[in-house]
């Protein structure tokens, strides 16, 4: 199981830290990631982590968006800076056993998924 949280509205430029709270065994053993939906567009990877905490971005948030782990309260953060108005989505979390490096920002890699928080910049 994974809930979300933090997410709200933000002027161009600021900052957000959103979390995602998992059942422990989810946490420990799962790559776990951050996507974002906004209206009409496909689901985007942005950030993902594995349980080692090797970490990839996309070009799009690379600099900006940092994931990190808290393994002792299950969670994961994405910490998102410097942000902008294409920025704003539907951000959810998703967790999976070992998906390949490859693929690991495609969200056909993930089956646990939550429900998401909203990210509105303007």
């Known amino acids: 199981q994974l809930v979300e949280s933090g997410g709200g509205s933000v002027q161009a430029g600021g900052s957000l830290r959103l979390s995602c709270v998992a059942s422990a065994v989810t946490y420990r053993i799962n790559c776990m990631a951050w996507f974002r939906q906004a209206p009409g567009k496909e689901r985007e990877g942005v950030a993902a982590i594995t349980n080692h905490g090797i970490t990839r971005y996309p070009d799009s948030v690379k600099g900006r968006f940092t994931i990190s782990r808290d393994n002792a309260e299950n969670t994961l953060y994405p910490q998102m800076d410097s942000l902008k108005p294409e920025d704003t989505a539907m951000y959810v979390c998703?967790?999976?056993?070992?998906?390949?490096?490859?693929?690991?920002?495609?969200?056909?890699?993930?089956?646990?998924w939550g429900k998401g928080t909203q990210v509105t910049v303007s």
């Open positions: 998703a967790a999976d056993t070992a998906p390949p490096w490859s693929q690991v920002l495609s969200p056909i890699s993930y089956t646990h």
